[in-house]
């Protein structure tokens, strides 16, 4: 039923029920350290920046965070099913940062993704956000080529919302040295606070999207 809107029958009419009984809809958010919050203060993270973001505009939504530090496209798939509790209504995936550094080939990484969307999307019908990163050129036109196209190419396929990129927002406004400095830990790969939040700024929209497609199966 959908969670946004409950009906009940009352004397052979249809009313809509109090709103207050209204469960939340439920996203689930698989991804690796960028989504974990790694390295920051518990509420600094990007799963806590993005709940309040949610909050602010009175969603009526609860954002589970399921990121793992170090986590691969591979490890995403292999723990879904305990990532996916029978509550997830929408999912949230943020994967392949692990992959870029390891260098695993993009098929291989896009084999994984396709299998996660084909069981969220397919088998359990859950709306799906896929946000993806842009592979650096250092391992070659073709590699990048192959990697950046995956994300777009599978959630035409799932029809899930797109977003390009996971860190793209802090560098919209400034070059990549400017944001690393702001925006970045002292290791170079993480967000800080800062940063995060300019990525929520960014990436909340789409989130929104996803919450009301949820509310609408």
């Known amino acids: 039923m959908n969670k946004a809107v409950q009906f009940c029958v009352i004397a052979g009419g249809v009313t809509l029920a109090n709103p207050a009984a ?5 996203v689930v958010a698989l991804g690796d350290s960028l989504t974990a919050g790694y390295g920051l203060p518990e509420g600094e993270g990007f799963v806590p920046q993005l709940q309040d973001w949610l909050d602010a505009r009175g969603l009526e939504v609860e954002i589970v965070n399921a990121g793992v ?20 209504d929408a999912m949230i995936v943020a994967l392949g940062g692990n992959d ?25 019908g859950l709306p799906v956000l896929l946000i993806g990163l842009e592979a650096p ?10 990697f950046d196209e995956m994300y777009p190419a599978l959630a035409e396929r799932y029809g899930a919302l797109h977003e390009v990129s996971f860190l793209g927002p802090l560098m919209a406004e400034m070059s990549a040295g400017e944001a690393r400095a702001r925006y970045m830990q002292g290791d170079g ?11 929520v700024e960014a990436i909340g929209p789409r989130v929104a999207e996803l919450v009301a497609r949820a509310g609408e199966s």
Not at 22 to 26: D, F, L, M, S, Y
Not at 100 to 124: F, H, K, M, Q, T
């Open 22 to 26: 209204a469960e939340p809809v439920t």
């Open 69 to 88: 530090s170090g986590d691969t496209t591979a490890g995403g798939l292999a723990r879904l099913d305990w990532a996916l509790s029978e509550e997830a």
């Open 100 to 124: 870029l550094l390891r260098g695993i080939p993009p098929a291989s990484s896009r084999a994984n993704l396709d299998a996660i969307l084909a069981e969220v999307a397919e088998e359990r």
């Open 137 to 146: 050129g250092n391992y070659g036109p073709a590699f990048k080529a192959a």
């Open 189 to 199: 790969i993480h967000p800080n606070r800062e940063g995060v939040a300019v990525i």
